[in-house]
């Protein structure tokens, strides 16, 4: 149990991919406050094994008749919580055509559904991947959107519809969008399990781990001190704690809002390695790669217009914090 944060007695959310990495520490957040969860997804990408705070129901967005059939079962509920779609960036380039359809029409039908019920606040979850390519750091949500991938283009299309609603239907909104999430829960019952793994930290932990004999570090002649990229990590309990600020600001009266969920803080892929071999005591094996396609040099959020409107700041991301959670969810996932 978490320290109380704000008092959710007697409310229930819908959290869409509330299976999800993301979604399960949102969950828990909310029934760490008193509130109760109500998990919408088609565990695509989520797990049920994950949904352990209230209950679930098994839909896919795409489904429209299916969607409103579940929104009008819960139909009194006030919030509803965004998180489900597809978020693998290289998949989205092949297949454009799977991303729009699960990624935008899901989130027509979630809207429209919600037009038809109780529900007029959304709390969505976007990216900084929507972001042009800029080196105007730390970012400010004022710089302009110019999405390189077909995941940030998705992302960027709903957030659009998101508006015109608010525009024409009165719908309340936070869009928060998130920079890289990390970490997990101190428990270790909940983390990052993403199938296929592309991410540094958990591709990272696995080479501690001998579980792949090496990693590979895309660029290493950037224009940056050590050479490799530059990442805002921030903690999945913070991005979590950004949600419970959300509700609360609905309830102060924010009605609409575009926010950038980070820590204001640039950190180095290799910074990351070095901090794996402190934490874990193990060395993580690499060999410099070329660089990844679509990879900007470096990214990092300016979070002044998070603590003004959501008064939120970063509590858990500490990079020493982050790598030491997700060293001991992987733990117990692999009984080491
Ligand atoms: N990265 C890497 N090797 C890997 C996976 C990622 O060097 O096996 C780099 C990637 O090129 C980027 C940084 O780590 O510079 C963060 O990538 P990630 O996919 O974790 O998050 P993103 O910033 O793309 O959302």
Redesign the pocket.
């Known amino acids: 149990m978490t320290k109380s944060i704000y008092n959710l007695q007697g409310r229930e959310f819908i959290v869409v991919g509330g299976g999800g990495y993301i979604g399960s520490h949102v969950c828990k957040m909310i029934d760490d406050n008193s509130g109760t969860p109500i998990t919408f997804d088609n565990f695509s990408a989520g797990h049920k094994h994950a949904v352990k705070w209230g209950q679930y129901v098994d839909v896919d967005l795409r489904d429209r008749k299916a969607t409103h059939a579940a929104f009008q079962k819960h139909k009194n509920v006030k919030t509803v919580i965004h998180l489900a779609s597809s978020i693998e960036?290289g998949i989205g380039e092949k297949q454009p055509a799977e991303f729009y359809d699960n990624n935008v029409t899901g989130a027509l039908n979630l809207l429209m559904a919600m037009r038809e019920t109780d529900a007029d606040r959304l709390i969505f979850s976007s990216?900084?991947?929507t972001y042009g390519e800029t080196t105007n750091m730390p970012l400010l949500e004022t710089e302009p959107q110019n999405p390189f991938s077909v995941y940030g283009k998705t992302k960027l299309a709903i957030e659009g519809m998101i508006q015109s609603f608010h525009k024409a239907y009165g719908l309340n909104y936070v869009t928060l969008r998130y920079?890289?999430a990390s970490g997990a829960d101190d428990s270790g019952e909940i983390g990052e399990e993403h199938n296929p793994e592309?991410?540094?930290?958990p591709?990272?932990l696995e080479a501690a781990a001998g579980r792949r004999p090496r990693?590979?570090?895309?660029?290493t002649d950037y224009g940056t001190p050590d050479g490799?990229?530059?990442?805002d990590y921030i903690h999945v309990n913070d991005i979590a704690l950004a949600h419970i600020k959300s509700e609360q600001a609905f309830d102060n009266g924010l009605s609409n809002a575009e926010v950038n969920i980070g820590t204001g803080v640039g950190i180095s892929?290799l910074e990351?390695l070095q901090t794996i071999e402190r934490v874990t005591g193990k060395p993580v094996p690499?060999d410099a790669?070329p660089?990844?396609d679509?990879?900007l040099t470096q990214?990092y959020a300016d979070g002044t217009r998070a603590k003004e409107l959501l008064e939120f700041m970063p509590q858990h991301s500490n990079l020493e914090n982050i790598i030491k959670t997700a060293w001991n969810f992987h733990r117990q996932k692999w009984d080491l």
């Open positions: 960036v990216t900084c991947a920079f890289n592309t991410h540094l930290i591709i990272a990693m590979k570090i895309f660029g490799t990229c530059i990442r892929n990351i690499y790669a660089r990844r679509g990879d990214l």
